[in-house]
Structure formats: structure tokens, C-alpha cells
């Protein structure tokens, strides 16, 4: 038992630290499918930034809750608190990004089978939350 969540545990983020490192590899990417998807960000929030444009500060925002929670996990440091992070982040993502009952044809179908592959990941993660970076005997009792 300890083996196989320890294995599932390494493996499950796997899946955001592959996609935070090629966010980071192109930050425009991101901006753009952010931008496209109508993200919204309050415009409130822009002085603070500078000069880095919203869409590509909310994809470096995006990148590194990404590359360190997937890391933490993968690690067991903090665990639970990283997948809980992360939890949040993957609902935002089929909410804002893949919203399948706003569209139609081959766009509604790809975009549920991603919401329903994140879904999935949401499943992995909230074990993570239950049980931490280490079950304990009493855990595997429940």
C-alpha cells in the first residue's frame, strides 16, 4: 500500500511540472490562451505589475503555483496543502479554460474530455489531501 500511493504520489504531478516548465519555456503561449479564454482579471490589479501585461503576469502566476505545488507534492513537503493549491488551480482551469457547456461540435467534445481528464487529476489529488505525503497505518483502516 505504502508503495503504490508513494508511486502514485510521484507520478500525479507529473502532469504540472511537465506544463509549468513549458509555460516557462513560453510565457506568450499562455498570455495568449489566457487572453483568448477571457480570464478574467480585474483591471484594478494592472499598476502593480509594471510593465508586464496581465495576461502574461497571471501565466507566470500560473507557471510557478505549476512547477512548485507540483514539486511539493512529488516531494511529500506539504503535501496536502500543495494539493489542495493545486485543487483549486485545476477546478479554476475547467472553468475558465475548458468550458465545454458553452460550446459546440468538436470544441464542446475535446474541451469535456479535458475537463473530465482534470476531473480525474482533481480524484488524485484530493487522495493527496486525505491522507498526506505518507499514509500511516491508521489510514489504511478508513
Known sequence: MN???TLGRILLPLVFLVAGIQNL????DIAKLLADSNVPIP???????GSIPKYEALGYLITAIEIICGLMVLIGLKARWAALVLIVFTACTIIFVHHFWDMEGVAMIDNRTEALKKLSILGGLLLVVAVGSNPTPA???V
Request: glycine letters at 6%; proline letters at 6%.
Open 25 to 28: 519555456m513560453n510565457i506568450g
Open 43 to 49: 483591471d484594478q490589479i494592472v499598476p502593480y505589475l
Open 3 to 5: 508503495i503504490a500511493y
Open 139 to 141: 489510514d489504511r483502516n
